[in-house]
T-cell receptor
């Protein structure tokens, strides 16, 4: 599994875009980038994933650099309910363990 | 509601005992994952099954074992329990075991307290 590096914490003003970076410089060609979040002690929630192209869904956008060594999760209009730990995972190959790192604590403030 | 059901939600047991945690994956999902989350640690991957077969193994203790049954539900067995085994145990499921099919949906967890 490729190792990912995320900042330990970030703050964002309510209503503004939250941009969460992730470094995955050792990602292999077949590995996807997945983003999950965990609010308090709830089960982690899937947000989005991508391979090479940028992706967008109703929750967020995922921007992957051309060399695939890093990505950014964008929450376009953060709300207080988006306060959570956000995890970036690189994996998805056969037998991949879907390993969670320490993640980024995002605090959305009013 | 993720569609993944974990039972029981809470479990209190004594040291040395054995417990079984149960997970029912989303309808149609063939892959099941188990994770442990202690207070002072992040989500630790334990084990993954795909269509009844063990697919990947993490830092799962020898006192712990799991299996996935023909109906695709899974059980995590924890034996000779120690105080340090107190944690949230999450189960997740996904359609497949690779690529875009590894979009995992998590249950709400079983909180195990060992006293």
């Amino acid at each position: 599994d490729a190792k990912t590096t995320q900042p330990p914490s970030m703050d964002c003003a309510e209503g503004r875009a939250a941009n969460l970076p992730c470094n995955h410089s050792t990602i292999s060609g077949n590995e996807y980038v997945y983003w999950y979040r965990q609010i308090h002690s709830q089960g982690p929630q899937y947000i989005i994933h991508g391979l090479k192209n940028n992706e967008t869904n109703e929750m967020a956008s995922l921007i992957i650099t051309e060399d695939r060594k890093s990505s950014t999760l964008i929450l376009p209009h953060a709300t207080l309910r988006d306060t959570a730990v956000y995890y970036c995972i690189a994996g998805g190959e056969y037998g991949n363990k879907l390993v969670f790192g320490a993640g980024t604590i995002l605090r959305v403030k009013s | 509601d993720s569609g993944v059901t974990q039972t029981p939600k809470h479990l209190i047991t004594a040291t040395g005992q054995r417990v079984t945690l149960r997970c029912s994956p989303r309808s149609g999902d063939l892959s099941v994952y188990w994770y442990q989350q202690s207070l002072d640690q992040g989500l630790q991957f334990l084990i993954q099954y795909y269509n009844g077969e063990e697919r990947a193994k993490g830092n799962i203790l020898e006192r712990f074992s799991a299996q996935q049954f023909p109906d695709l539900h899974s059980e995590l067995n924890l034996s000779s329990l120690e105080l340090g085994d107190s944690a949230l145990y999450f189960c997740a499921s996904s359609v497949g075991d690779r690529g875009r099919d590894v979009e995992a949906f998590f249950g709400q967890g079983t909180r195990l307290t060992v006293v």
